[in-house]
């Protein structure tokens, strides 16, 4: 396993499971022990993927130390604000059963679109967010789906910038600008869809390269996200899939080959404008 150090010294394990979609307790049973046997650590959830209940009980089913763990959870939109922020993290740790999370972000920054006062509220929870960090509920905070601009206007009035920025990154999005200004200002990229949601593994590119490599087409994009220096957080249910998604540690890219995928077209993903969204709940 490869680790990033983040600005405040803390280490984050290179590649962690993502958990979107992966509600039913006992698929959240299996998914979590296979990947606790493969070497996962870092496990990534929100508040809005309505299954921390279920992963509290999973990590609880398998008796996995909580030390052993890095816990990441989100705050959702409907809790903006100092005082929301703080309250929506405390139901989280009741959920999840735990004393501290490891990572704690804002999932979405308040949308340019819906609130003419967006760098007002984003600062406001953003000191709900330091708030948990001081009284060290929240190990290491964050934020996901920032563009310069947010993070720009949050420098106005943080004492403690993001230490994550856990943003849509995958071959056909490669989050250029973004991704040298978060290494310049000491905050780690954090990729989710780093498959592309699983839309982009047949893509020729990435196809022709995993057969050179004689590996899989999603081991392909996540060697090519962590050449970039980004956290990757795949998710499969798939006890195979989620082996491999790890085993990425044993061949590199060429620079060719990284250029390549740095030039392919948008393919899948998510693919949500975080200044155009509107409020979904
Ligand atoms: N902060 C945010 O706004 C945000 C947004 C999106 C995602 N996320 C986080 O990022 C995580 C990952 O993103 P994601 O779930 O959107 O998608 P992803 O990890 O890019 O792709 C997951 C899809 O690819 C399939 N898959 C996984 N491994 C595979 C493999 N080796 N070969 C072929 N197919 C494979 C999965 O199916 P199987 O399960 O059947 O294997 C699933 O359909 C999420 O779970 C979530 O934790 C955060």
């Given at each position: 396993m490869e680790y990033r150090t983040l600005r405040n010294q803390n280490q984050i394990p290179?590649?962690?499971?993502?958990?979107?979609?992966?509600?039913?307790?006992?698929?959240?049973?299996?998914?979590?022990?296979?990947?606790?046997?493969?070497?996962?650590r870092l496990i990534d959830t929100a508040a809005a993927y309505s299954n921390e209940i279920a992963?509290?009980?999973?990590?609880?089913?398998?008796?996995?130390?909580r030390e052993e763990l890095i816990l990441s959870d989100k705050v959702w939109n409907t809790s903006r604000g100092y005082e929301a922020v703080q309250e929506a993290c405390k139901k989280s740790l009741k959920k999840l059963k735990t004393e501290y999370l490891d990572c704690y972000l804002i999932h979405w920054p308040a949308s340019m679109k819906?609130?003419?006062?967006?760098e007002e509220m984003n600062a406001d929870t953003w000191r709900g967010m330091e708030a948990l960090y001081q009284a060290g509920l929240v190990r290491n905070i964050g934020v996901c789906n920032f563009k310069v601009h947010h993070l720009e206007a949050l420098k106005k009035t943080a004492e403690?910038?993001?230490?994550?920025?856990?943003?849509?990154?995958?071959?056909?999005?490669?989050?250029?600008?973004?991704?040298?200004?978060?290494?310049?200002?000491?905050?780690?990229?954090?990729?989710?869809?780093?498959?592309?949601?699983?839309?982009?593994?047949?893509?020729?590119?990435?196809?022709?390269?995993?057969?050179?490599?004689?590996?899989?087409?999603?081991?392909?994009?996540?060697?090519w996200?962590?050449?970039?220096?980004?956290?990757?957080?795949?998710?499969?249910?798939?006890?195979?899939?989620?082996?491999?998604?790890?085993?990425v540690f044993g061949f590199t890219l060429s620079e060719e080959e990284i250029r390549r995928i740095d030039a392919m077209p948008y393919c899948g993903g998510i693919g949500i404008d975080s200044d155009e969204v509107e409020e979904f709940g």
């Open positions: 290179a590649v962690g499971l993502g958990t979107w979609q992966v509600t039913d307790r006992a698929q959240m049973v299996d998914v979590i022990g296979s990947a606790y046997e493969a070497g996962y992963l509290a009980k999973a990590i609880a089913a398998h008796e996995i130390p819906l609130y003419p006062n967006w403690v910038m993001p230490l994550i920025n856990q943003v849509e990154l995958h071959p056909g999005m490669p989050q250029e600008e973004l991704l040298s200004y978060c290494k310049a200002e000491g905050i780690a990229l954090e990729a989710s869809s780093p498959l592309g949601n699983g839309q982009i593994l047949t893509h020729e590119v990435i196809t022709e390269i995993a057969a050179a490599h004689q590996v899989t087409p999603a081991q392909i994009c996540l060697r996200a962590l050449a970039k220096d980004a956290i990757v957080i795949p998710k499969s249910t798939n006890p195979v899939r989620i082996r491999a998604n790890l085993d």
